[in-house]
């Protein structure tokens, strides 16, 4: 079993309890503890403790959740179905605590029972169904429709194991299984009977066509009807897990599929003594909810991923449309009463699968169909990076889901056929806009799927939808020109504020009072306190005392001192390239030989510190995650800076190390090469949290500038237009390096082997690509980076000052909360209606 790491908290509000409560609650705690954990209180462990209290909160959700599902039934409110690959929902129980506002009194009943509320919140495992992002993304949405009162509904899948733990060994990422589930799950409810079967392979058959249906778009006289005889099928169980609003006034479901065989076992080969053959259909069957994010570096994990995307999609469509038909008896008024919204590309297949049962199983013909899809589903862009638009390979879809790749063809030729009445298109952009990319093996464009099957195609902060009109999209675009809009991003402030930093918190309940809880616009209160020095001092104490809690959990596991003094410089992300972690290392290094060539110096004592995992086939992103390491062990063991500059990686960046380390951030590192990060919202979450960002001009930091003010934030280096030019006129990194003596020197110690005596040529190849190629700009932008670093240093020894812009920015995020997110998404593309509560219309 993997033991939690993370013991941060503790989250204590001023609020005060209520001894009934406390009583009750308690009592419960007692009983599930004895009937349900089966344990003797003398007896029980830390983990007894938790899942006795989780059960006990259940209780007191449940009630709430059913009233929920009734009141959508009964006021036929519009369901919004979420469907995402990714779930990032990190740990649950202090979560509905605090929305439910039973903290306290959770607090009283476990202290009374010899129990610390912190020891027991901090053995829940992460729930880290997702791998970055996009994933949180899709938790944070997740509670701001339940918290602004929409019938959301998120549909993924529940992985077996989510993504892997990362063990740092000798300064290398370690990939080991994550087990969440091991010890059992207290929030989720298993659905038995909830199960839909999923087919794959197998043929199409044509079908003689059903007589005529009258209904406007049905079929009357349909040409050939078709039926897909799937050669097999994976049986989806449905396993549902609340999703607590903000004072629990509205508690939604979050539905995940369990893949099952539709056979338990081959009992034949079982009894002819072929005991692993009998289980092998079953093996297959399972693997598809078995691990997130499998290795699609080969054939048959690309084939596998395939399936899972298929999988629950499929088993997520059929839901629906079971509740639709269940309550309103005809799937034609299904674009009126739900919206589906997909999630980036990996659901896209839902495009096909819904003209699918419309055609074979509703007898409408396809134009009908597809005209009901568009008003039914939505598409959210996330990446414009070319790798990470997907696509697969005409032949596996063929093989897997040969009646979807027969309505695909079907969707594109209508598709291709409008732009005959399109003078103003060029006939020789066909192939940019075809459904199927010809070069090199032919291949189905998922983006260009959702896109002809939305109504809306969003990006995610305001340049990528830009980008997205100009790049990836922009023959689409043409054709439809008013389907691309954008929404920012947005993060649950009850997580990200509220339960993650609980000193902050109190400070502005006590000052503003609470109602931003719910109304994020309200911070805006708390710029009149920019010029009373006894708050500004009272905001820095609470960012003092994140940094003592954040220090001495880094003490504890890696044996590094920080001092809460320095300025604390965090980058905690996903690794990758176009992230720039490396650009960061580069510019602490050429600081480290600041630093040593003038020890006198009156330097400003920095803390980097660096989270994050690499993919595990990303041999690069793995490579800079050792080059952090190694110069972490120079640098800490230096005495001539040992005050003035640590370095520090923090292993297995989850969720929970998040809610650590971000209250504790006085300078936030949001530096992706310009044009590639399409919104981030790790940036937001900091700059809420009083950092102050320093980054490029990219993705929501562009909006992150426009609302907190140029004044308080750190912008550097080339625009999304700039990196577009220099790529296209010719990027010289050589002449970088020789216009930069710091950044020469830098390069020259890592490609030297100054950081890794044991392996000297270890970040040769790594120097030489910066030096030959540097695709991400590092070099172009380097110079700029390290005088705003210094900059910031300025800043920063101004404390004084330094509390007014954090606090500026605190008071400035408001826009970025995910509420503000959803009811554009309700307004713009859903046509739901929110409500602040159950029952009563906002
Ligand atoms: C969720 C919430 C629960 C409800 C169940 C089935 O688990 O209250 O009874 O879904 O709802 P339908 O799928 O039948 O709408």
New binding site residues.
Partial sequence: MNLPDVQNDPPRTESRTDPSRVAELKKTIEIKLLYVVGKDPAHASIHDWYTATALAVRDRIVDR??DT?RHTYSQSEKRVYYLSLEFLIGRLLTDSIANLEMMPDCRAALTELGVDYDAVRAVEPDAALGNGGLGRLAACYMESMASVGLAGFGYGIRYDHGLFRQQIRDGWQIEVPEDWLTVGNPWE?E?AE?TFHVGFGGRVEPKEAVGAQDKSGLAKSAPTKFIWRPAEYVIAIAY?TPVVGWQGNRIN?LRLWSARPSEPMQFDEFNRGLHLDAFAEQVRATNISRVLYPDDSTPAGQELRLKQEYFFTSASLQ?MVR?HLSQFGTIATLPKAATVQLNDTHPALAVAELVRILVDEHGYVLSTALELTQATIAYTNHTLLPEALESWPVPLLERLLPRHMQIIYEINALHLAKIANRREIPKDRLHALSLIDEHGGRRVRMGHLAFVGSKRVNGVSGLHGQLMRETVFKDLNQLYPDRITHITNGVTFRRWLVQCNPALTSLINEAIGDGWIGDADQLKKLEKFTSDSAFLERFAQAKRANKERLAAAVARRLSVNLDPGAMFDVQIKRMHEYKRQLLNILEAIAHYQAIKAEPNEDWVPRVKIFAGKAAASYHRAKLIIKLINDVARMVNNDPAVRDKLRVAFLPNYNVSLAELIIPAADLSEQISTAGMEASGTGNMKFALNGALTIGTYDGANVEIHQHVGADNILIFGLSAAEVAARRREGHDPRANIAACPELAATLEAVRSGVFSPDDPGRYAQLVDDLTNHDFFMLTADFAAYAAKQREGDDLYRNSGDWARRALLNTARMGWFSSDRAIREYASEIWGAKPETQAGAAE
């Fill in positions: 959740w059913i599902t409810f659905r909830v549902d479901t839901d509740r």
